[in-house]
């Protein structure tokens, strides 16, 4: 039965997703997750970098979302003064463009998310989906022996639950 | 460290010096140069003392490790002593010899006048009065009798051709000496019995003439003009007269020649033609081609009443006669000037100048049949000699016509600066820039030589492309129509071999790989530094099969044997088993063997001989980055303390690196507080212990004003670049080593891709096993030199654990264009 795989049976080795050292940016991880949904399609879920520091430690994950977020222009961002409205980017105009260009020279670091669960190598699936869903994440880290082995996704977790739930 | 340093300066300068003495010596090959023995023994005996330096410097360097260089070069030096004081000793002859004993090949023997007489009377059956040769060995014997052998050598070793000044004053004491010598006795009854068999029964007593007839003369070089000829002469002033003509060796316009020629004393020999005086009515001189215009097969006749000497001397005005040699003697150009007076012999001897007889002075000294006969002559003699002759004849008075001379004519050569437009505009000129390394047009498809490989299937004709020089380029030099390097100097080994096998070729041109494709037909003038798109036949023209006038002088033989045993290149590839001390035959392999090691020395460079230096500084960049520094002098700003500054540091290639390491992100900004999750990648304590590496996050650099060695450890990868920047394009030189990476092996092996594509794209030579690359650039001016260390301070940078992004080869791909694009600025 599915549920008594652990993460380990569904994880995906780390050397398969694609990694960032934390000082490279914005537009290096943007040449990374294009060319790898190129290769993978609809395959690569979620779309997301790996980032690591020079001594190839796990510190954060980069995903599409976190990429936009770390284009936005400065005149976008919210402030405690102004509440952002998204009606608003009628006033962008042309310069949309080359102030994203600008801010994609950003080190990744300034936009990646920080790593807020991991679960064992030996931990049954269920405690990965129920952190997933706990913390918002599509991505996952898997521990082995104190280190990061793999990451899990959601969608492969969504794959398990519905052979059980259609029953094939 | 620093005294290792300081040989390998001195290596270089030396080096330099060895490759200028070389390519100058090699220049003069030419013939467009004045140069004689002098030169030569000087430019040998200084490229030997600075091959030597060479050689005692890669000793220091290695504590005497290369000790049979030392052997070869003392073998090689004694071959060269060998060719230079060959003396050639008179060979022993009789001291006369009848015309009908001679021909060409004794010209040694009986001087050239006298062995061309021999010759065309014995061989051609032309009529050549019966005479005969004073020999050079009788020359021999007369210095020896009065021991003035010595003496001349003595004194002519005094002037140089650059002094003119002392030139009188040798000439001067030496004809004295001749003149206050005695004619041994056995050589004075030689000349008497050999005129008395000129002596007919029952005939008068002739009067002979006395022309000079010495070695070399008459022959390749003509020494038109330089010695004495005496006409007319009576039997008893015979040896008196052949004095005289002796001490013509001496004169100074003769000595000039004979210098500039590169004679020996020993074979500055004078003999002397004596032949009975032709009592001539009319006489002259014949070209058998017209010097101006070769190619037409045209005979070219002067013509003066009386002796010839007027029809050449300018005094007055002679015949001039242009006839075909089919029909022979038809005239083609006539000119028949008034010749006022004429040259006659004296009844007791002696000439004299004597009005013409009025019915004479307007009429042709020459018959149409006289015509007929000097061009069936003309055609007798080219047959015979296979090349254009200058030749003098007489009429005697009983309406005969005797030949008296018959010498090569000199046909200026065209000279190859003469091209025509420096750049011809109707064509599309490719490049315009560069160094001449060889002289010369050629044309053919452009053939790019990226790998060694390529030269396996070097097509005949092609023009060879390349990035550098290489000597190894010397095994299709005989099939290729040009060279052309985007760097490289005129003074390389290359360039060397490219003049011995008259290559044309232009080197430097900074970008002949990237604007030249592969297949392109080029003509390449290495002429003006011109290279034009297509092959333009206007510039091709058959050359003018280039006439050497010197090439057959002593001088030439001796700078030709000399040359083989300094030129030639027979250590091609440092892989290849010759490549030794003891395979080292040439002044060539020699330094090529030397340079090629003092690299490889200087570069073992270890970290404990780093650590032992004293001089040991640390760079305070406020970067993370920790580099330990080893000034070898001249390196750091003076008054440095135990931390430096990157701006104190002076070293040029080091400034260029520094400056394109900092032109990248360097990893900072890191998110505190973030967690950080150790991954399977991280290598565990255990894993750095083994490889015994303490000093994993220390950088090294070892420096002085032009030089470099940076072994740097960032992350998990090790990189050295070390480079020699300076004006001397001869002596400049850049490595690159990487290798390493803490990713998969997959992902590393994609960063080496990367650089090596990087590396290619900065027109590197390179090699790649795995995830090591080496590449190397040499002979690249200053500025190029600069620009590249940027370049490779940027890639150390973007490199560093670049490998970790590497997640397929797409993405492989998009960095490699990115780094071309953006930071080498070039297009993709």
Not at chain 2, 1 to 12: D, S, T
Not at chain 2, 378 to 386: M, R
Not at chain 2, 776 to 786: N, S, V
Request: aromatic share 8%; glycine share 8%; charged share 25%.
């Amino acid at each position: 039965m599915s549920y008594q795989k652990t993460a380990k049976d569904l994880m995906i080795p780390l050397e398969d997703y694609p990694h960032i050292p934390y000082w490279f940016s914005l537009r290096e991880a943007m040449a990374i997750i294009r060319e790898v949904v190129a290769k993978f399609g609809g395959s690569y879920e979620p779309r997301a970098v790996l980032v690591f520091d020079e001594k190839y430690q796990l510190m954060g994950i980069l995903t599409l979302r976190d990429i936009i977020i770390g284009l936005e222009p400065k005149f976008l961002q919210e402030t405690g003064l102004i509440k952002m409205d998204p009606s608003l980017t009628v006033l962008t105009g042309d310069n949309l463009g080359p102030k994203m260009k600008d801010q994609s020279q950003r080190p990744v670091s300034e936009a990646m998310s920080p790593i807020k669960a991991t679960v064992d190598a030996k931990d049954p699936f269920a405690k990965a989906l129920y952190l997933m869903i706990q913390e918002n994440v599509g991505l996952l880290p898997v521990m082995y022996d104190g280190k990061v082995a793999g990451m899990l996704r959601l969608s492969d977790l969504f794959g398990e639950i519905s052979r059980t739930v259609l029953g094939d | 460290m620093a005294e290792k340093y300081a040989h390998f300066q001195r290596l270089l300068a030396a080096n330099n010096a060895v490759l200028a003495l070389m390519s100058d010596m090699e220049e003069k090959l030419s013939g467009d140069f004045l140069f004689d023995l002098q030169f030569i023994r000087a430019s040998v005996s200084q490229i030997v003392q600075e091959t030597g330096a060479v050689v005692a410097a890669l000793n220091d360097m290695a504590e005497g490790r290369y000790e049979g260089l030392a052997h070869s070069l003392r073998h090689i030096s004694l071959e060269l002593e060998e060719a230079l004081s060959q003396r050639r000793e008179i060979a022993k002859a009789p001291l006369t010899l009848s015309f009908d004993q001679l021909n060409l090949e004794m010209a040694e023997t009986a001087g050239g006048k006298s062995a061309n007489l021999g010759e065309v009377r014995n061989s051609t059956g032309l009529p050549v009065p019966s005479g005969f040769a004073i020999s050079t060995y009788a020359y021999k014997v007369f210095l020896d009798a009065n021991h003035l052998t010595a003496r001349i050598t003595e004194m002519l070793g005094r002037w140089r051709m650059d002094d003119l000044d002392s030139l009188a004053r040798v000439s001067e004491e030496l004809k004295q000496m001749i003149n206050q010598a005695q004619v041994p006795r056995e050589l004075e009854s030689a000349i008497n019995a050999a005129y008395e068999g000129l002596c007919l029964p029952g005939r008068e007593r002739p009067l002979v003439a006395m022309r000079s007839s010495a070695v070399g003369e008459d022959l390749t070089l003509t020494f038109a003009g330089q010695y004495a000829t005496y006409l007319n002469v009576p039997p008893g002033e015979l040896v008196s007269r052949y004095k005289d003509i002796v001490a013509s060796l001496f004169t100074p316009r003769a000595l000039f020649y004979y210098k500039n020629k590169g004679f020996r004393e020993e074979e500055m020999a004078m003999g002397v033609a004596v032949l009975p005086m032709i009592d001539s009515q009319a006489s002259g001189v014949l070209f058998t081609r017209q010097p101006e215009a070769p190619e037409q097969d045209a005979i070219l006749i002067n013509a003066v009443w009386g002796l010839g000497k007027y029809a050449v001397g300018g005094v007055i005005n002679p015949d001039h006669y242009l006839v075909a040699y089919q029909p022979p003697g038809q005239v083609l150009e006539q000119r028949i000037p008034p010749k006022e007076f004429m040259l006659v012999n004296l009844p007791g001897g002696g000439v004299q100048k004597t009005p013409v007889p009025p019915e004479k002075v307007r009429a042709p000294c020459l018959t149409p049949e006289h015509l007929q006969q000097l061009a069936r002559w003309a055609a007798t003699l080219e047959a015979h000699y296979q090349r254009p002759q200058d030749v003098e004849w007489a009429l005697d008075g009983e309406d005969r016509l005797w030949l008296l001379q018959s010498r090569p004519l000199q046909v200026p050569a065209k000279r190859s600066a003469e091209v025509k437009a420096r750049t011809l505009k109707q064509y599309p000129v490719l490049l315009d820039q560069g160094s001449i390394a060889c002289r010369g047009v050629g044309a053919g498809p452009v053939v790019l030589m990226r790998q060694d490989e390529d030269l396996k299937n070097f097509p005949p004709g092609g023009v060879l492309v390349a990035r550098h020089t290489s000597p190894k380029y010397v095994t299709v030099m005989p099939q290729a129509a040009a060279i052309i390097t985007d760097a490289g100097s005129p003074t390389g080994h290359m360039a060397l071999l490219a003049r011995e096998f008259r290559v044309p070729t232009i080197l430097n041109t900074g970008k002949a790989t990237q604007i030249l494709q592969p297949g392109q037909e080029v003509t390449v003038d290495a002429n003006y530094n011109n290279v034009y798109a297509g092959i333009i036949n206007e510039l091709l023209e058959p050359p003018q099969a280039k006439v050497n006038d010197l090439a057959d002088s002593p001088v030439f033989r001796t700078l030709k044997t000399v040359l083989k045993k300094i030129i030639p290149l027979n250590l091609i590839n440092p892989q290849g088993a010759n490549f030794t001390p003891a395979g080292c035959r040439t002044i060539h392999d020699l330094v090529r063997y030397a340079h090629e090691f003092s690299m490889r020395e200087m570069f073992k460079l270890t970290e404990s001989e780093i650590l032992a230096g004293r001089g040991v500084m640390d760079l305070d960049s406020g970067l993370p980055f920790k580099v330990r520094i080893l000034d070898l002098g001249g390196g750091v700003k003076k008054g440095w303390k135990r931390n430096v500054r990157p701006e104190q540091i002076i070293s040029i290639p080091f400034q260029a690196f520094w400056q394109g390491l900092t032109d990248i992100r360097w990893p900072q900004g890191k998110p505190a507080g973030a967690k950080s999750f150790s991954s399977v990648f991280v290598k565990s304590e255990e894993e750095v212990a083994q490889g015994a590496d303490p000093y994993r996050d220390q950088s090294y650099v070892v420096l002085s004003e032009h030089y470099m060695n940076f072994s740097i450890h960032l992350g998990y990868h090790l990189s050295a670049v070390e480079a020699y920047v300076s004006d001397q394009i001869n002596d400049n030189y850049l490595t690159f080593t990487f290798r390493g990476g803490g990713s998969t092996p997959e992902r590393r092996e994609r960063r080496a891709r990367l650089i090596e594509a990087i590396v290619d794209r900065m027109d590197l030579n390179y090699q790649r096993q795995g995830d090591t690359i080496k590449a190397r650039l040499a002979k690249y001016p200053l500025e190029q030199m600069r620009q590249r260390l940027v370049w490779f301070g940027k890639l150390t940078l973007y490199t560093k654990q670049l490998d970790m992004a590497l997640f397929s080869e797409g993405i492989v791909d998009w960095y490699i264009k990115d780094f071309i694009r953006e930071h080498l600025q070039l297009k993709v």
